[in-house]
Every structure is written in C-alpha cells, then in structure tokens.
C-alpha cells in the first residue's frame, strides 16, 4: 500500500511486489517549485508524528510511505527490490541487520560515512548514547549505512502462569542448558492439559540460533572487517570498548555442516521428540505467540519487543518475565539491529537525510507513534531511553536483561552476508527438513553446506 502524507492531505494507492531480482533501477525525480516529495519504505501510521513535526522545520515537504509486508525481513527485501526493478522511486527505506548488507552490496543503498562525518557534531550524542556494537552492525566494508534505532538480542522469555504452576520462579542469569531442560519437563503437560515448555520457529533471527550461539559455533564463519577508524575515532575516541571494533562484519565462509552446528540442531530436535515443543513454523511466529499467551507454551525466543505486543495482547504485568539464554559452551547471544537506509540514486538525498537525522533524536523516537510510548515495542538504541518508567505499565520485572544483553562483550549479529535472501531460504529449508523428520541434521545440514557453497562460488567467484 503507498500512502502520500502531506500537512492537508492523506491520499491512498497501492504498490506490488514479488520476489524477483534488481534492474533497471531509475533515480526519483524531485517536483518542481518549492514541494520534495520523500519516497519512504515505512508505516505512515507510525511516522506521521515524526513528519509533522520535521514539517515544520522543512515546509513544503511530502512523504509517500511505501509499506511491503512479507513473512521475514528477507522476503520483503525481495519484494522491495522487485518495486525499484519495476520504476518506483524510493528515497530511502527500513532495514534490519538480516538485509542491510544485502541492499549495501548491491548498489542500493549508499554509504553515509561522508553525510555523517559532516553532521558529526550534530550526531556525537546520539552515538554516545548507545553501545558501540549496535552502529558496527551497521558498519559494511568500512562504511556506515543505516542510523540505528532499534535493536533486539534473543532471550529467554517466560510464561509466569506456567512457570507459578510448576513451582519455579524465574532463573538467575547464570542458569545452564540443563536448567532449561528441566524447565521444559517440568511445564510440559501441566495439570494433565497438553501444554509445552518450549517453543520456537524457523528463521535466521531467534529461532535455534541463539542455540547454536551458545554452542560456540554459527551458520556461517565469523570475521571483523578491517576499516571503520574514522567513526571509532570520531565517535568512540573516549571509549576503552572500540580498539577490537573495525569496519563492520563479514561472512566468509558456509558453516553449516560444522559438529557444533549439528550438535544443536539435533538438541531442539530432541525437545520436539521428548514432547517438550511443538511443531514448528516459519517465519514471524504468530501461531507460537498464540500458544504463549493462552498459557501453551512456558518458553521461547523473543526480544525487547515483546514487553509491549504480549501486554497488548492481553497479557497482564507480572505474567511474564525474561532472562539471559541459558549457558552451553559459552553464553554468547545472538543480536539484530534497525534502521534506514538511503538510496544511491535518489535525487533528494540531502532532505531525506535531514529527515533520518531528525527522527533519531530522542524526542522524535518517542514521537513515533506506538513504538516506544505508551509501551514498549522494541528495544531502543539509546540507552536513555530503556529505563524503568518504560517498562513500568507492562513489566517484565527483569527489563534490564534487554539492553545489558548488548552490552556483554561476546554478544554478536546474525550472519547478514551480501547473500542474505539465498543464504535464508537455505537455512529454512534444512531446518524444516530436519525438523519435519524427513532428513537427520547431519544430513540436512550437510545438504546446507553443500547449497551455501554453491551460492558463494555464483556471487563471490571461485
């Protein structure tokens, strides 16, 4: 659906979209006189408020929102670069860690670091005002391309009907992989009702992978990239966290098939086997937050964001906390990040910028419309900002866990590799199979490993 949003007026179209591949890309044409119009890959009921006020400021700006829906951010990814194939203009549009190398690495969006270096003084505090892994998520090859504002790291969330039910009491944050199974024995089948103490599904962010982040090992190989001084040194001078910070994150290698990779996915296959969870599904987990919130399932993976969806879906403060995934080999989390990203080839670069800088400063986030106020739907980058007012009307009693999880040293993104769309549907498809009972993991992940090197050998040569 595109949306046009002017002081007078709000006019409705709509816009399509299907997976497909970029090309012919065609640069938007600003009007004439004195109107810009921002073409915008975001809510219009969530940023209203925020283009209101940047109106005032800019008259004679209009924005038309462009909103492309899909089952995970890999697929509206797709769609959105089907929408620039076909001639619609796009200024700028949002992005989460899964996609945002994807549209750096093919020429969409454009790297900041020479709009950032001049607005330096302009932008000190809001980068003082976050933890330093949440712009190096958005750092690619040296380059910066997106201004964070929002993050989610996986943990553990709790359903505290289930858990007052079976005699237990949240656990501390040094609590085991083995603690956890207890906790999923003990939820499972509460009161001779079929319950589960565990739940997930299948995707890149949140799924198994903070298991498999816990056993030391991830889908794809792990590198820094060397670069990125000139933020560090601009931003970070003062901060003794930054020396072993580069230029953003690489992929190089498929991993999947690694022992460590297989030890875990045959770890949550045995909670399905054992009776602990139920089936799995694809994609955002609709059916999993249902299970949750009828009391069905004790325990999943979610992030910041479900404080405020879990209290608007009527679940009461106190019904529910959250805590650190429990330890295996190491305690390591997984981390998302969000923001938006400008076009390379958009004719009003310097106004959409003014508006991507307007809307990071504290009082805009918190003007966007039911994200952060009157509860919390995601976790903010300013830390600032996550504090106990916020959390205040819908809990979880232990909302600190959401921002100092960013904060521990080994906290690391989700691969987010150029290939990220191709790299998804490998991942889906191995999992589902093993999951499904057709193929073991080992099988399933060696059929991974063999897809995810074919797909190197097409993008990257070799």
């Given at each position: 659906?595109?949306?046009?949003?002017?002081?007078?007026?709000?006019l409705?179209?709509?816009?399509?979209g299907?997976?497909?591949?970029?090309?012919?890309?065609?640069?938007?044409?600003?009007?004439?006189?004195?109107?810009?119009?921002?073409?915008?890959?975001?809510?219009?009921?969530?940023?209203?408020?925020?283009?209101?006020?940047?109106?005032?400021?800019?008259?004679?700006?209009?924005?038309?929102?462009?909103?492309?829906?899909?089952?995970?951010?890999?697929?509206?990814?797709?769609?959105?670069?089907?929408?620039?194939?076909?001639?619609?203009?796009?200024d700028?549009?949002?992005?989460?860690?899964?996609?945002?190398?994807?549209?750096?690495?093919?020429?969409?969006?454009a790297?900041?670091?020479?709009?950032?270096?001049?607005?330096?003084?302009?932008?000190?505090?809001?980068?003082?005002?976050?933890?330093?892994?949440?712009?190096?998520?958005?750092?690619?090859?040296?380059?910066?391309?997106?201004?964070?504002?929002?993050?989610?790291?996986?943990?553990?969330?709790?359903?505290?009907?289930?858990?007052?039910?079976?005699?237990?009491?949240?656990?501390?944050?040094?609590?085991?992989?083995?603690?956890?199974?207890?906790?999923?024995?003990?939820?499972?089948?509460l009161?001779?009702?079929?319950?589960?103490?565990?739940?997930?599904?299948?995707?890149?962010?949140?799924?198994?992978?903070?298991?498999?982040?816990?056993?030391?090992?991830?889908?794809l190989?792990?590198?820094?990239?060397?670069?990125?001084?000139?933020?560090?040194?601009?931003?970070?001078?003062?901060?003794?966290?930054?020396?072993?910070?580069?230029?953003?994150?690489?992929?190089?290698?498929?991993?999947?098939?690694?022992?460590?990779?297989?030890?875990?996915?045959?770890?949550?296959?045995?909670?399905?086997?054992?009776?602990?969870?139920?089936?799995?599904?694809?994609?955002?987990?609709?059916?999993?937050?249902g299970?949750?919130?009828?009391?069905?399932?004790?325990?999943?993976?979610?992030?910041?964001?479900?404080?405020?969806?879990?209290?608007?879906?009527?679940?009461?403060?106190?019904?529910?906390?959250?805590?650190?995934?429990?330890?295996?080999?190491?305690?390591?989390?997984?981390?998302?990040?969000?923001g938006?990203w400008?076009?390379s080839?958009?004719?009003?670069?310097?106004?959409?910028?003014?508006?991507?800088?307007?809307?990071?400063?504290?009082?805009?986030?918190?003007?966007?419309?039911?994200?952060?106020?009157?509860?919390?739907?995601?976790?903010?980058v300013?830390?600032?900002?996550?504090?106990?007012?916020?959390?205040?009307?819908?809990?979880?009693?232990?909302?600190?866990?959401?921002?100092?999880?960013?904060?521990?040293?080994?906290?690391?993104?989700?691969?987010?590799?150029?290939?990220?769309?191709?790299?998804?549907?490998?991942?889906?498809?191995?999992?589902?199979?093993?999951?499904?009972?057709?193929?073991s993991?080992?099988?399933?992940?060696?059929?991974?490993?063999?897809?995810?090197?074919?797909?190197?050998?097409?993008?990257?040569?070799?």
């Amino acid at each position: 659906m595109t949306h046009k949003l002017s002081r007078r007026d709000m006019l409705k179209g709509t816009a399509a979209g299907a997976a497909g591949l970029v090309a012919g890309l065609t640069p938007t044409m600003a009007p004439a006189q004195d109107t810009v119009t921002l073409h915008f890959h975001q809510s219009i009921e969530r940023w209203t408020p925020v283009v209101e006020n940047f109106q005032e400021l800019f008259p004679g700006t209009e924005v038309s929102f462009i909103n492309v829906t899909g089952i995970d951010d890999e697929e509206v990814a797709s769609k959105t670069l089907t929408l620039l194939a076909s001639g619609q203009p796009l200024d700028a549009g949002k992005a989460s860690t899964e996609v945002t190398v994807l549209y750096a690495g093919e020429g969409i969006a454009a790297p900041l670091t020479e709009r950032v270096l001049d607005a330096k003084d302009e932008l000190a505090e809001y980068f003082s005002d976050m933890a330093p892994i949440l712009p190096e998520t958005m750092l690619w090859e040296g380059d910066l391309y997106e201004l964070p504002d929002g993050c989610n790291a996986p943990n553990m969330f709790f359903n505290m009907n289930m858990l007052n039910a079976a005699g237990l009491e949240t656990p501390p944050a040094d609590w085991t992989k083995d603690d956890f199974v207890e906790y999923a024995k003990a939820t499972t089948n509460l009161g001779g009702e079929e319950t589960f103490g565990y739940g997930w599904p299948i995707r890149i962010w949140g799924s198994w992978g903070p298991w498999h982040y816990v056993n030391d090992t991830n889908f794809l190989t792990e590198e820094r990239a060397p670069g990125g001084e000139w933020f560090w040194e601009t931003f970070y001078a003062d901060n003794d966290d930054v020396g072993h910070r580069g230029g953003g994150f690489r992929w190089p290698e498929a991993n999947a098939n690694d022992p460590l990779m297989v030890e875990a996915l045959e770890f949550v296959m045995s909670l399905t086997a054992d009776g602990y969870a139920p089936g799995i599904e694809l994609g955002g987990g609709q059916s999993l937050s249902g299970l949750f919130l009828s009391d069905k399932v004790a325990m999943t993976p979610a992030g910041g964001f479900w404080a405020g969806g879990l209290y608007n879906n009527g679940m009461e403060k106190g019904e529910f906390d959250v805590q650190y995934w429990p330890k295996w080999k190491s305690q390591r989390h997984q981390l998302g990040v969000s923001g938006n990203w400008l076009s390379s080839v958009t004719d009003n670069g310097d106004r959409m910028w003014e508006l991507l800088k307007f809307s990071v400063r504290t009082e805009q986030m918190l003007a966007l419309k039911d994200r952060y106020r009157p509860v919390m739907r995601t976790t903010p980058v300013r830390r600032s900002m996550v504090k106990a007012e916020a959390y205040e009307l819908t809990g979880p009693a232990n909302w600190q866990v959401f921002y100092d999880t960013i904060d521990r040293p080994d906290t690391y993104p989700i691969p987010s590799p150029p290939e990220a769309a191709g790299m998804t549907g490998i991942h889906n498809r191995a999992v589902g199979l093993a999951m499904s009972g057709e193929m073991s993991a080992q099988a399933a992940l060696d059929q991974a490993q063999a897809e995810l090197v074919a797909l190197f050998a097409r993008t990257r040569g070799g």
